[in-house]
């Protein structure tokens, strides 16, 4: 088929953020997840585990527990005191509450989602109403001396149980008083070190499940304050716990990057009684397992290794398929790099900055797997820092190289970026238009003469850039029927006529810039768009669902292809749909009309539309058997899927030519060097 | 191989600047050290270089009109420099002086044709009529006479070089198409002349030599595109009129059709010549090429083009050629690695070579090569042509030796003469290198005089045999009854030599002299003389018997102590017996049983005689065997150090022949059982280290493999295909 000249790029210095706390939507299919560094993630379990929404951090918003409540509305508690209430259609945080007893280390919610209690800093534990439109505050639990790092709804409502330091209460939520105290260390002699109780569970049967900084999973009965079971699990400490809806079965993380299954298991057959007896233990995690989630099939832990792994329970498992493997996710499914094709530029999205990078060149040439000595090496041109605490949502650099554009919670910026010999200036564009914001997405048009803002309630703006370093708002496309959900990816046609953009209800929309209407829909497909783009050539919308499915959407005859529907009927191979990572950039070769260039984090993939599909008996990844093959015999082995599994993990490729691509990695180990130490074990010959 | 590696330029020899201004050099000769050159052009002017830097240290002129006339040198021992200017006056300095004019001046009263300054020996002058002085007997008097030996004979070449302790001068001097070579012995004061055996239709070009094993090699290059090998003996007892010298083809500069017209070379090894000359192809142009020949097997080893030209000089110090290339004093370093069919297939037996030397040094020269090259060139020579030469010869001397005709009615002839007529006649047949069939002329030799041996019991010339078998090559094949005798008359140290000289010793005299050599008493062999360089390195001579502090129990007893000391006498005791502590065999007795495990055997052979092997001497050799494996285990690299010492290998498989020829015997022996439990342990706590080795190597590796793995390149091109 051809040989590409590969960039391969590794100085993206992207280091993602460890996972704080994780919630499960209760009876719903969404995981919520908090990293270190403020954002909140949703991820989609129906949707193959998407990371359908983002809410980036803020510097000052720490999070330290998240809840789900009634209504499905999320809420996150952190060491900046407040409660906040997260919109997950506009992606933004919607109101704040002030807690008024310091730093929050814990937040509950009842079993029926309308209470709310916190646990603060100055040892009080407060209850609010969720209301709509809010949470009201209803009153102050009893208070005693130190930190609330752990809090607990009785499955009946009535009776919390919180964590302290050395101590485990339990408060009567209809008086509000302690009515137990127990003493969590008192069986350990003589220790001076103070015991942390990192994590608490209460448990309808009235067992009150701690985890201690000692590395212990205790199990307590409230009423009497004496301790069940004690199981030490690892010797340093236990840091997070959570239990099974049916009350069956306890996963715990520990800091040393390991986690543990606890299952209530009869102690004979057939015996009545029964006993919790630890199961199962993993080690995925090379850092600490600050959270941990335990969902109907899985057992989910989130480290500070940056690592979200679903470990399903292979017991609850109905038939083999895509819930029944390991997961595991350390990389957004979203592109954090954009590239200036025409100037060979990258811009790196980082929380708090961009980075502009040239890349290098070459003047050889060579065979298959060769390096090939640079004539000019990447040179970084310029460091955009972000001003204020906000975290970046989207960045953009046009295709021509001379603007980059990125939007923060509140505010938009443009830059206007000249090149002089060696030198760069980069110029802020002022008086950019006032527009709602965040964006989510930017997008500019092939001819970098508009910029497409991806906004709130489905709309996307359109701003046409002005030489010497202008814009002006031209148009605000939104869809007929309206849509509450932001508009989170875009994709706009080569000819600049035709604009995709998706929204968070997964509806495909596309415009017609030249006259600036509604031109069609494409017919809803119950899974989320995790990449799209239009074909410079037949204006063919290409879309990527989070299940694996593609599709291609002929946009001028407003119906799926014929290729399409010839997919759709021989159905797409095994081992393609089995893929963990969803498709993040879909790009074309100008020259080969029939190729889809598209890649996830664990391949490239090209897709040549002109070659036969394979079917399930053929060996997808067959690249490497091709190459052994003398050419002849290759014919009759061709398919249309062509993968190359040499880069990895690829956070973006592209096509800067015919015959020239870019590949973003970042190697585990790179940014593993810059993860904090994990707590030192004893490894046999260190 | 042979091969030029890469190569600077040490100055410019342009008229605007550089060295010599523009008139070329004289010659370049070493330095006070090391990587110094000194240059002498011919002009006015000494340059002293340091070559790795490039970097002139020091720069000498005479006066204008003044001219140096001989090349500079440099005393070693005073690190004084030596210039001769306008023929007659000489000049010594040092370092520090600036101006010539200024320092020690003598005039002479001959013209002075060379200096040559040896490293021991301080330096000799050479006159232009073919006197020749060291120079502190011209300094003692300046003014003295300096005969005339050559009369109106042209000194075209000369050398010097030191033998033992004397110097000795070779020059060689035309008149009339005739070439001439002389050999001064300083110190005897012996001065040979010789005829070079001439050459139709050719002359020699320029000539090169080095002496080994009192032979001085002498090699000229012809104008036939030829190097010829001369041999002249140093020893020489008649002080007859001049003898010629036959020579015998060395190399044909000549490949596959193109000739190299040399101009002059250099000899690098024993088997390398580098030649400075045009390579000239039919009808091409020629070109003016350095090359390395390989004499062996007469193959161009390497060329480098020099396209700028050169003035035809070469020189060689120090593993670097230097030559003018164009307007440049060229350096170029060569590597030059002895080629064998034996290296090429990989059998080679490791010679114990010095590591690294910079000077080539002549006492490595195998004589098996003279030998061999001898051999060939009989071989290359044309039939037809030696005959040619033979009859030439009879022509022009007619009293030559009685020639190879008769070695064997010669040696007929000595049968019954005295010892002494005997033995200096034999001499005088070895010295003549150049006869033909010479190792089969030794072979004969040799049987005459084991011959006379067996027929005179009380006959034997120890020294003369042990003479012979150290300097020449001889095999077991050539004279199979020499170790038969010397196994009679108990001569070890010729066994010794023979056993490590010779490569094809039967297995049943190997085994024989293995006997021999275990039942030799010690104090019979500490009157002898062994050669002990393998084990002088690793074996304690002192014989320092440390008193057995034996522990007393006081007042009655205690079982568990009781238990203790026994434990401790045991290990004790074989420390000093087994555990390899001490050498069970004195040196003498060490030194010849390390000729034994050097020598080559075929298991199969050698197993059947080593059973006859008495029980009590195969534990000692057991013994002897377990001590070096636990010797060379304490090593690092596992060999023993010392020359001709015996290799792990060897020693584990006498251990194993040993062992397997015995091993009944052994296990019944009362005082082998300890010997034999000791070795086992030591094998097996051996194996596990190796073991234990084996796997950190492996872990190493895997590392090793992961850290290649992740290369830590932030960014690179590459090509990636996809079918």
Redesign the interface.
């Known amino acids: ?11 993206f210095g992207l280091v993602p953020a460890g996972v704080r706390c994780l919630a499960c939507q209760p009876r719903g299919g969404r995981l919520a997840l908090a990293r270190t560094d403020g954002a909140v993630e949703v991820y989609n379990f129906a949707a193959n585990y998407f990371q359908e929404k983002v809410i980036p951090g803020h510097e000052a918003r720490s999070v330290e527990a998240l809840c789900w409540t009634v209504g499905d509305r999320l809420f996150g508690a952190g060491l900046g005191g407040e409660i906040m209430e997260y919109d997950l259609a506009r992606l933004c945080v919607a109101r704040t509450v002030d807690g008024c007893g310091g730093p929050i280390w814990s937040m509950a919610a009842n079993s029926s989602g309308t209470q709310l209690a916190i646990g603060c800093e100055d040892g009080s534990v407060k209850l609010f109403q969720v209301v709509p439109g809010g949470i009201q505050f209803e009153r102050n639990l009893d208070r005693r001396k130190g930190r609330i790092l752990c809090l607990s709804w009785h499955p009946s409502d009535t009776h919390i149980a919180a964590g302290s330091i050395d101590i485990l209460r339990v408060f009567d939520v209809c008086s509000g008083q302690t009515i137990q105290r127990i003493m969590v260390n008192y069986h350990v002699h003589k220790v001076k070190r103070e015991c942390i109780v990192w994590s608490i569970a209460f448990l309808s049967s009235g067992t009150v499940v701690t985890s201690d900084s000692f590395g212990r999973v205790q199990f307590w009965d409230w009423e009497r304050g004496t301790l069940l079971e004690s199981h030490t699990v690892s010797t340093s400490a236990v840091l997070s716990l959570s239990v099974s809806e049916k009350e069956d079965s306890i996963i715990v993380g520990t800091s040393t990057g390991a986690t543990y299954q606890f299952q209530l298991l009869p102690v004979k057959m057939g015996s009545l009684e029964k006993r919790w007896v630890r199961t199962k233990p993993f080690q995925h995690h090379t850092h600490d397992v600050r959270a941990v989630a335990h969902s109907s099939t899985a057992l989910i832990s989130g480290g500070l290794d940056a690592q979200l792994v679903i470990r399903p329970l292979m017991e609850k498992m109905q038939k083999k398929g895509y819930d029944a493997v390991l997961r595991k996710f350390t990389f957004p499914h979203r592109r954090l790099v954009s590239c200036a094709r025409k100037a060979r530029l990258l811009l790196f999205q980082f929380s708090q900055h961009l980075e502009l990078w040239r890349l ?3 003047d050889e ?8 000595p ?1 004539c000019r ?2 040179e970084h041109l310029v460091q955009l820092k972000s001003k204020g605490p906000e975290h970046i949502y989207c960045s953009c650099v046009s295709p021509c190289g001379s603007w980059v554009a990125y939007s923060t919670a509140s505010r938009f910026h443009l830059y206007r970026v000249q090149y002089e010999g060696d030198g760069v200036s980069v110029k802020k564009v002022p008086r950019v238009p006032k527009l709602l914001l965040p964006a989510y997405q930017l997008q500019f048009s092939s001819d970098s003469g508009s910029l497409f803002v991806a906004s709130a309630r489905g709309s996307v703006h359109v701003l046409q850039l002005l030489e010497p370093g202008g814009c002006k708002h031209l148009h605000t496309l939104r869809p007929p029927s309206g849509c509450p959900e932001a508009v989170y990816l875009l994709a706009v046609s080569t000819d600049g006529h035709w604009l995709a953009a998706v929204g968070g209800d997964w509806a495909i929309h596309i415009y017609n810039l030249k006259c600036f209407k509604h031109h069609c829909a494409v017919p809803t497909y119950s899974c989320a768009v995790t990449a799209l783009a239009i074909h410079p050539v037949t204006n063919n919308l290409v879309i990527a669902y989070s299940d694996q499915q593609l599709f291609e959407f002929s946009i001028p005859e407003k119906q799926y292809t014929a290729w399409s529907r010839m997919v759709q009927n021989c159905g797409l191979h095994k081992v393609w749909l089995e893929r963990d990572s969803p498709i993040t950039h879909i790009t074309f070769n100008p020259k080969n009309p029939s190729h889809i260039l598209l890649h996830d984090i664990y391949m490239f993939c ?1 897709l040549d539309k002109s070659l036969p599909l394979p079917d399930n008996s053929a060996l997808l990844m067959n ?1 490497s058997t ?2 052994q093959l003398p050419e002849t015999a ?1 014919q009759r082995q ?1 398919h249309a899927f ?1 993968i ?1 599994k ?1 880069f990895q993990p690829l956070l973006f490729a592209d096509l800067l030519d015919e015959n020239c ?1 870019v590949m973003v990695e970042r ?1 585990i ?1 790179d940014f593993k060097t810059q993860l904090p130490l994990p707590v030192q074990q004893k490894k046999f010959g260190t | 191989m042979a091969a030029l590696c890469e190569s600077f330029t040490l100055c410019g020899l342009g008229p605007s600047g550089g060295v010599g201004l523009g008139g070329g050099l004289l010659a370049l000769e070493p330095g006070p050290d090391p990587d110094h050159v000194l240059l002498t052009d011919r002009g006015r002017t000494a340059t002293l270089f340091k070559v790795s830097d490039q970097k002139p240290l020091g720069c000498w002129s005479v006066k204008h009109g003044q001219i140096i006339t001989c090349p500079v040198v440099c005393n070693f021992e005073t690190h004084e420099y030596i210039a001769v200017h306008d023929d007659k006056v000489l000049r010594i300095w040092k370092n520090k002086d600036i101006n010539l004019d200024k320092v020690f001046k003598a005039t002479l009263s001959a013209d002075v044709y060379r200096i040559h300054s040896l490293p021991n020996g301080g330096p000799v002058v050479l006159f232009k009529g073919g006197g020749v002085r060291t120079l502190d007997v011209l300094l003692e008097a300046p003014q003295q006479e300096i005969e005339n030996i050559i009369s109106d004979e042209v000194i075209k070449w000369s050398e010097a070089f030191m033998e033992g302790q004397q110097p000795v001068l070779i020059f060689a001097t035309e008149k009339d198409g005739d070439f001439f070579v002389y050999v001064q012995k300083l110190k005897m004061n012996s001065l040979h002349k010789y005829k070079l055996e001439q050459q139709e239709l050719s002359k020699p070009l320029s000539f090169t030599a080095y002496i080994k094993n009192q032979i001085i090699t002498l090699l000229c290059l012809y104008s036939n595109d030829s190097v010829y090998k001369v041999l002249i003996p140093l020893q020489q007892n008649s002080e007859e009129e001049e003898q010629i010298l036959s020579k015998s083809l060395l190399l044909k500069l000549s490949v596959s059709g193109s000739v190299l017209k040399g101009t002059s070379f250099v000899v690098l090894d024993r088997d390398h010549i580098a030649v400075l000359g045009s390579l000239a192809a039919s009808g091409e142009d020629s070109k003016e090429c350095l090359t390395i020949w390989n004499t062996k097997f007469q193959t161009l080893q390497t060329s480098k083009e020099l396209p700028l030209g050169t003035s035809g000089q070469l020189w060689c110090y120090e593993e670097k050629f230097f030559f003018t290339h164009g307007k440049v004093l060229t350096v170029i370093m060569y590597k030059c690695e002895t080629s064998s069919l034996a290296a090429a297939v990989g059998k080679l037996k490791d010679s114990q070579t010095p590591d690294v030397s910079s000077f080539v040094n002549w006492n490595t020269l195998g004589d098996e090569e003279l030998v061999v090259s001898l051999q060939s060139q009989q071989s290359v020579a044309l039939k037809s042509e030696s005959k040619m030469t033979l009859r030439s010869k009879r022509n022009t001397v007619a009293e030559v030796q009685p020639d190879t005709l008769s070695v064997g009615q010669l040696l007929l002839n000595l049968k019954d003469a005295s010892t002494t007529v005997f033995e200096d006649e034999l001499r005088q047949l070895i010295s003549k290198a150049q006869m033909p069939d010479f190792q089969a002329t030794i072979g004969c030799v040799i049987t005459a005089l084991i011959n006379r041996c067996k027929t005179n019991p009380k006959y034997y010339p120890r020294n003369f045999l042990l003479h012979i078998v150290q300097t020449r090559d001889l095999s077991y094949s050539l004279c199979p009854d020499l170790m038969a005798v010397a196994l009679e008359k108990k001569d070890v140290h010729l066994l010794q030599i023979c056993l490590q000289r010779f490569p094809d010793i039967p297995e049943e005299i190997t085994y024989a002299c293995l006997k021999v050599f275990l039942s030799i008493s010690e104090s019979y062999l500490q009157r002898i003389d062994v050669n002990l360089e393998s084990v002088i390195c690793y074996i304690d001579i002192e014989f320092n018997n440390k008193e057995v502090k034996t522990e007393i129990v006081e007042n009655g007893f205690n079982a568990e102590l009781e238990q203790d000391i026994w434990d401790t006498k045991i290990t004790k005791e074989t420390h000093v017996t087994a555990d390899g502590e001490f050498c069970p065999v004195g040196p003498q007795k060490a030194a010849l049983l390390n000729a034994v495990l050097h020598s080559a055997y075929s298991e199969t052979f050698l197993l059947p005689h080593l059973k006859n092997l008495p029980a009590q001497q195969a534990v000692l050799f057991l013994r002897y065997l377990y001590y070096l494996y636990v010797k060379c285990s304490e090593k690092i690299n596992t060999t023993l150090p010392g020359i001709r010492s015996p290799t792990i290998s060897q020693i584990m498989d006498w251990m194993c022949l040993l062992l397997d020829a015995h091993f009944t015997v052994m296990v019944m022996l009362p005082e082998a059982k300890e010997l034999l439990s000791n070795l086992h342990k030591f094998v097996r706590a051996q194996v596990r280290f190796y073991s234990e080795l084996n796997k950190i190597e492996g872990s190493l590796r895997e590392l090793q493999r992961l850290n290649h793995q ?1 290369d830590s ?11």
């Open positions: 088929m051809g040989e590409f000249e590969v960039h391969r790029v590794r100085f290098g060149s070459t040439t060579g065979k298959d797997g060769e390096v090939l640079l090496m990447p090209v690249q091709l190459k290759r061709l062509k190359c040499k691509l190697p180990m | 992740k390149q932030k960014y690179s091109i590459e090509v990636l295909e996809l079918i």
